[in-house]
């Protein structure tokens, strides 16, 4: 009769250049976490490695790919490297098992289902854990064909029974079954769903169907199946008959419509006004204030204040060359639209000339300036 050990294949492969070192480093135990909290994985004496050195298995796996002419990414996930799995025994078994033993185990399974094949493995036993265990890392390009490692439901089946027979010579009874799978009776089966609705302790609709499946066998006037099932019957039929369902359902219908995301209208964005010459802010501001059309002096006074008002911001903030930035044509042109925009109709009038604003910045105000047409 065929028993089976506990080979355990449940891990994410490595589909990256920095997921292989840090699954050989831990495998090692020389992770930067493992060294500094002191925790011991392995000993020399009880790690090992097939076709590669034991201590460079990572690169050894990179250099492989290269051989044969297969992609692989330092930081992105994207092809897969290696493969990882794990063999254990019972904890009750430790009386009988030594560190040794289980290496010996190990190094017979990985020559037998990995090396023989031309796969680079990684093997170590951990001391760590109550239980005594082995990891396995396995190149997933073959050393002599570059064909990739295969892993599905017959190669498990027959690593499990290979354990399973090495564990049974050694009279190590707790770590063998009678049966490939192993499900746990006493575990309930549940939907990714399920398990969700369990974490936010919500009863998902079969924990909803037991409850009330509970309260009919529960209540009195039920003595046999055929009064539960009239009874979970009398209360389907009165729940699909309340009138608040109905209501119920309007209401989810008003706040989905509410809760869509409105797509902001042309109307409700706020206009950005777009950039303007001089000449036409200028014009602009005459048309507001109903400033007569030949009263160009008005144009210079404000222009003029403007420009005192400029240089007096550049040489207080350090836009000058002394101040180590020197304004651009851009920040002029838009400071000076803008205080031509602000400036009250109130300000003295000056004629076109030579004018000194302050700090002694001399300015020409020639005639009425030419505008483009």
């Known amino acids: 009769m065929a028993v089976y050990g506990n080979v355990n294949v449940k891990y994410a492969p490595c589909k990256s250049a920095a997921q292989l070192h840090s699954a050989a480093d831990y495998i090692l135990g020389k992770k930067k976490e493992q060294l500094s909290s002191g925790v011991i994985k392995t000993k020399s004496e009880l790690y090992n490695a097939f076709g ?28 897969l490297l290696a493969q990882k799995l794990s063999i254990s025994f019972h904890p009750e078994d430790n009386d009988k098992l030594t560190y040794e033993d289980a290496y010996k185990i190990a190094e017979d399974f990985a020559h037998k289902f990995f090396w023989k094949k031309g796969f680079e493995v990684l093997v170590a036993v951990h001391v760590d854990t109550e239980h005594v265990h082995v990891h396995f890392l396995v190149n997933n390009c073959n050393q002599k064909d570059g064909s990739s490692f295969r892993r599905g439901p017959k190669e498990l089946v027959e690593m499990s029974e290979y354990f399973g027979e090495q564990c049974r010579s050694r009279s190590l009874t707790h770590s063998v079954r009678d049966s490939f799978y192993n499900p746990d009776k006493t575990r309930e089966e549940r939907t990714f769903a399920e398990s ?7 009863l998902s609709f079969k924990d909803e169907i037991r409850v009330f499946i509970r309260l009919a066998m529960n209540d009195p006037t039920t003595q046999n199946i055929h009064d539960v099932v009239n009874m979970l019957e009398r209360t389907y039929q009165s729940m699909k008959d309340y009138p608040r369902w109905e209501e119920d359902e ?16 042309q109307e409700s964005q706020p206009t950005r006004k777009p950039d303007v010459s001089v000449y036409e802010a200028y014009d602009e501001f005459q048309e507001k204030h109903e400033i007569p059309e030949n009263d160009e002096s008005f144009f210079y006074a404000v222009f003029n204040a403007a420009a005192e008002a400029f240089f007096r911001y550049c040489r207080c903030g350090g836009l000058f060359e002394n101040g180590g930035l020197n304004p651009s044509a851009v920040q002029i042109k838009r400071y000076m639209i803008k205080r031509l925009s602000d400036t009250s109709p109130h300000i003295s009038r000056i004629e076109p000339g030579h004018t000194k604003g302050e700090g002694g910045t001399e300015m020409l105000l020639s005639a009425s300036p030419k505008r483009e047409m």
């Open 196 to 202: 969700q609705m369990e974490k936010r302790g919500k």
């Open 52 to 79: 590669c050195n034991r201590d460079n298995f990572a690169n050894s796996v990179l250099m492989t790919r290269k051989m044969h002419q297969k992609k692989y990414s330092r930081f992105f996930p994207r092809d």
């Open 250 to 265: 309007d209401e989810v219908k008003e706040s989905a419509s509410k809760a869509k995301k409105q797509v902001p209208t």
